[in-house]
């Protein structure tokens, strides 16, 4: 049964009817057009109200006068909303008291929906200059790249509150990857890293745990993020995945030195394969596959020294890079299936740099770090969105993480 309308609901559809038709609108433009300037009239009688109000008397109502403020004309003011841009007068008090709260001083925006497709077109990888050419073609008005920039640095704040909040006691997975970028810095462009860390908690869900800019990795570089991810409460990881970062395997046993750490296999083979023959490509990644996939780490080991017999003299550096490492790189040969396949790869953390990249592939130097941080929280907003729940498998997974880590899972 349908809902029997209010009397206001009825007027106000009269009203409407009425003003359709005196304002004569046939076109989407012409909506367009009325809304505007209804809603500069009401703007306009919201601002005499609020003088009046704070004033104490009507306009013309001298008898009723009990200050010595009075009204002082208008002054002309343009507002950029979501219909458009807007004129209205502003009035004013002789001795310049009045603060409207509708529409206040130097206040151009009226809408934060504006702010909000800004940030949000800026979160998508459009440059300031697109921003503003697509606000332009949508509202009909200009708005300078500086004033996006204005906008968005209003992320600034929050993006440090973000890096500074306080974490979990325990996380069952950190992946941690690096992502490379050229800043400006002191009149120069120079390649800076992204660090990204991203955790899996012991219910099977995944958070972004931070983002560290850094020129150079170092065990002291990374002794400094570690503790800083400490200080944010995070006491214990199991087991942590990484590319052979210079320096992570010393600054993981200072700070966390019952994790273990496992080295991301994918990145061993595209290192381990970069300077093979095409010919020989096909044969040489067959033979390390035999390697990483084999059920065990003594078979995996007897395969490598195949490899070594197979391959040595041709290209000595594969079996090198695998035999110094091996410790590293084996380490998920200690776990059942169902954990080796969330670790022997940074899969988890490549698929999110691929979502990165793909915002920010249109800028190709960034002023400096604060806006590269600016866009890649922004994007890291929108990409974690879509993370709403925990792993489909993680049951099974966090019953083998209780049995092999015992009383380090709370």
């Keep these: 049964m349908q809902r029997k309308k209010s009397p206001e609901e009825i007027r106000r559809k009269e009203l409407i009817s009425e003003l359709v038709k005196v304002s004569g609108v046939k076109t989407f433009a012409d909506v367009q057009a009325m809304m505007k300037e209804a809603m500069s009239e009401t703007l306009q009688n919201m601002l005499e109200a609020e003088l009046e109000e704070e004033l104490g008397y009507s306009k013309y109502d001298y008898r009723n006068k009990d200050t010595d403020n009075s009204r002082n004309g208008y002054s002309n003011k343009r507002l950029q909303t979501s219909n458009g841009e807007i004129a209205i007068n502003v009035p004013r008090d002789r001795q310049g008291e009045f603060e409207p709260v509708i529409v206040e001083k130097h206040q151009t925006r009226l809408s934060p929906d504006i702010e909000e497709q ?19 073609q949508i509202y009909g008005f200009e708005i300078s790249e500086s004033v996006v920039s204005r906008i968005t640095d209003k992320v600034m704040p929050i993006i440090h509150d973000w890096q500074q909040r306080p974490l979990e ?13 050229h800043v400006r810095q002191e009149g120069r462009i120079i390649k800076k890293a992204v660090y990204t860390a991203i955790g899996l908690d012991l219910e099977g869900k995944r958070d972004v745990l931070g983002l560290w800019v850094g020129e150079n990795e170092s065990a002291k570089y990374w002794l400094t993020v570690l503790n800083e991810l400490k200080n944010r409460g995070l006491n214990d990881i199991l087991i942590a995945c990484t590319d052979n970062l210079t320096g992570f395997a010393e ?90 396949k969330i670790i022997y790869t940074t899969n988890q953390i490549e698929n999110f740099n691929r979502q990165l990249r793909k915002v920010t592939k249109t800028r190709s130097v960034f002023p400096n770090d604060d806006s590269l941080l600016k866009l890649l929280y922004l994007a890291i907003n929108d990409i974690t969105q879509k993370w709403t729940g925990k792993r489909y498998d ?13 009383d380090r899972i709370p």
């Design 118 to 136: 800004i940030i949000s077109m800026y979160a998508k990888g459009m440059t300031q200059s697109d921003i503003s050419g697509h606000i332009k």
């Design 169 to 181: 006691n325990t996380y069952a997975v950190v992946f941690m990857d690096a992502i490379h970028y």
């Design 251 to 340: 600054a993981i046993a200072a700070a966390y030195p019952q994790t273990d750490l496992q080295h991301c296999i994918i990145h061993q083979i595209r290192n381990s394969t970069k300077y093979v023959s095409w010919k020989d490509l096909k044969a040489v990644i067959a033979d390390l596959k035999l390697i990483y996939r084999a059920d065990t780490e003594k078979q995996a080991y007897e395969n490598l020294e195949s490899f070594r017999e197979k391959w040595d003299s041709k290209y000595p550096k594969i079996y090198k890079s695998w035999h110094d490492d091996w410790a590293n790189l084996t380490t998920y040969f200690a776990y059942p299936p169902e954990i080796r």
């Design 394 to 406: 993680w049951r099974p997974i966090r019953m083998h993480l209780e049995i092999y880590y015992g």
